[in-house]
């Protein structure tokens, strides 16, 4: 069968990789893709240049023409869009939520309002659209505190103030001088949550749930989380925090009454949901955002270590019977780093020819994002370049091998962490790994 896959960063080729592992796939479509999927490094595939992630008819004819069995939907933007509620009215299979579900990430109001009626855990919040009732409740509240753009700002809609000042800032930026235009035309104002964050990504198919492997992300651009918030600079997978203990908990409090109060509400939820939660000292889990996707970088050791036919987990997924499958997993750590292009998180720099590539191997795989070929040179494209992802037998086994890899690209400006892995390494003692 034909696939495709929409989207052109790291996940998308992640996933067009694993798709094109299975049996029953002879051709992954990635539209637009990136340099990586052009050269075929997903196997049988190839890439669909021009074409917009959210020039939703254009996607669908390609989808009808190119007589595409399944299309699995990577960014949220499309999902945001309605290309589910397209596809699906032309009759066409695709796996991601409908625009309605995908609220759950393109409003935060939506999502907050949904989580305090379900009582799904997460920090208190109020919403506004006037500045100066957010100005007093950030007076009120004292910080440090959390303004929060209510639509999709492309990771840029945080700001976790650390003072008032910084929070009164963010909400005239956002509501006063309408820096974020539609998606900072409302703000949610939350409490701060301490403690150490975690991804947690199911597949649902409106009522089941499959829970994918744990991971964690690494969001600041440099070493020792500092410096400023980017996509994320690498991510590792399973993440030691989410013992079994907090991985029950997290399925009963967080991820099961999602899927449930949707569907009470009247929302069928089908696609990828990720949970992005803190959790706290005592190991209580908090939701601190939902995503109506996979997570960038988390999807590429996710899909690293997926051993099961993510074919069949999607069809299952799309029928309804997601309780009859189970996912396995390769029992190693899988351990991706980032490699960004100067000038990354702000305006990066495109054009830096990419050398020295290491090839693909049975545990280490560079799956590429900002990246394009220009005449049959590869060369940089966008912020997050290339996320070189490796397995090993620890998370110390699977970050060597991740960062000997690294060590041979070259391209000019490049910017990574040299500490992708330090929680899971530094927790002591080693919690049980579980998926
Ligand atoms: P979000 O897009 O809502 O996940 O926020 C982006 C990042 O901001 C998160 O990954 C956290 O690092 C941080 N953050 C968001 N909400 C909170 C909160 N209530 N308390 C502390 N940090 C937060
Ligand atoms: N890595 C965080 C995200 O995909 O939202």
Known sequence: MKIL????????????????????????????????????????????????????DALAELATTMGVALTVVGPEAPLAAGIVDVFRSRGLRI??????????????????????????????????????????Y??????????????????????????????HAAIDAMLVDNRMGDAGARVVIEDFLDGEEASFIVMSDGQHVLALASSQDHKRLRDGDA??????????????????????????EIILPTVQGMAADGIQYTGFLYAGLMIDAKGSPSTLEFNCRMGDPETQPIMLRLKSDLVDLIEHALDGTLDEVEAEWDRRTALGVVLAAAGYPDVPRRGDPVMALPNDTEDCV??????????????????????????????????????????????????????????????????????
Do not use: C
């Not at 060597?400 to 530094?426: E, K, L, P, S």
């Open 5 to 56: 896959v929409i989207g052109s960063g790291g996940r998308e080729h992640a996933l067009a990789w694993r798709l094109a592992r299975s049996p029953r796939v002879t051709t992954v479509l990635v539209a637009p893709g990136n340099g990586g999927t052009a050269r075929g490094t997903t196997g049988p595939s190839a890439r669909i240049r021009n074409v917009s992630t959210t020039d939703i």
């Open 95 to 136: 796996f991601g939520p409908t625009q309605a579900a995908a609220q759950l990430e393109s409003s935060k109001d939506f999502a907050k309002r949904f989580m305090k009626r379900h009582g799904i855990p997460t920090a208190e919040s109020e919403t506004f659209s006037d500045a100066a009732a957010a100005h007093d």
């Open 138 to 167: 950030v007076n009120r509240r004292g910080a440090p505190i959390v303004v929060k753009a209510d639509g999709l700002a492309a990771g840029k809609g945080v700001m976790v103030a650390q003072t008032s000042a910084e929070a």
């Open 227 to 252: 410096g400023p918030n980017t996509g994320g600079m690498g991510a590792y997978s399973p993440a030691p925090i989410v013992t079994p203990t907090i991985h029950a908990r997290v399925l009963r």
């Open 366 to 435: 560079v799956f590429h994002a900002g990246t394009q070929l220009v005449d049959g040179q590869l060369v940089t494209s966008g912020g997050r370049v290339l996320t070189v992802t490796a397995l090993g037998d620890s998370v110390r086994a699977a970050q060597r091998r991740a960062y000997d890899a690294v060590a041979q690209v070259r391209f000019a400006g490049q910017q990574y962490r040299t500490d992708i892995g330090h929680r899971a390494m530094n927790r002591r003692p080693p919690a049980t790994p579980r998926d």
